[in-house]
């Protein structure tokens, strides 16, 4: 498949085929509404959670920087022509999973070291675009996305030294994990052919979701933890 010209600025983008153009503004659009619901639904609902002061801050930094992430892709989305109304999650409904009924502290890390460790990888799939205004946004986004990773990885290693919360954390990855997968759409996906033939994403769906599977069952074995068995709990 030959290489996609780098597309570097709004007005090369506006004489791009249609089909690209489409292509671009979806994946904007969809970043931009998943950091807005996420922010929503899991971030600032935990600092509420959170146990101590210093929890609390750290958590409201992730909660800052996940609304700046939707306002990063927001503007972008605006700039690319993006109608308001498509931005309205009562008519683009969001990933299901954020679905996820959130209502402990233990859940909401679990959430950010499995969740955003599945954000990294999309964002890491748009290191290398084509259209580099959007590949100068993943670059910004991508060190806060390992922070807000980490974050749960580091709350979930001091959790897991009390016997009584380990119980709760692993709860939470079994009833959390199995939506994580979703996150990366279906197996040969029209859409997905159609970013890596105009070089918006590298991989298909199926080798990222892969990759991802790998990468948490590497986080939760660190951990002692155990991902479940995701044909079980389908």
Known sequence: MAAYPEIKTIEEFNKQPAEYQDAVRKIVRS????????????????????PTPYAKWLTCRVAMEEYHHHVRFRTMADELGVKAEEMDTKNKKPLNIFEYPMTTWEQFCVIKMLGDLAEILQVEDLLHCSFVPLRNVARTTMPEEKF???FGRDFCTELIKDPKSRALV????NSFFPHAPKFFGSANSKNNEIFRNFGIKLRKNEEMRADYIARAK??????????????AAA
Not at 31 to 50: K, M, R, S
Not at 170 to 173: G, L
């Open 170 to 173: 692993q709860d939470a990855v």
């Open 148 to 150: 807000h990773a980490q």
């Open 31 to 50: 970043h931009a509404i998943n950091e807005l619901y996420g922010a929503q639904v899991f971030d600032e609902p935990a600092i509420a959670l959170a």
């Open 218 to 231: 590497e986080v939760t074995d660190s951990l002692g933890l155990t991902l479940p068995d995701l044909a």
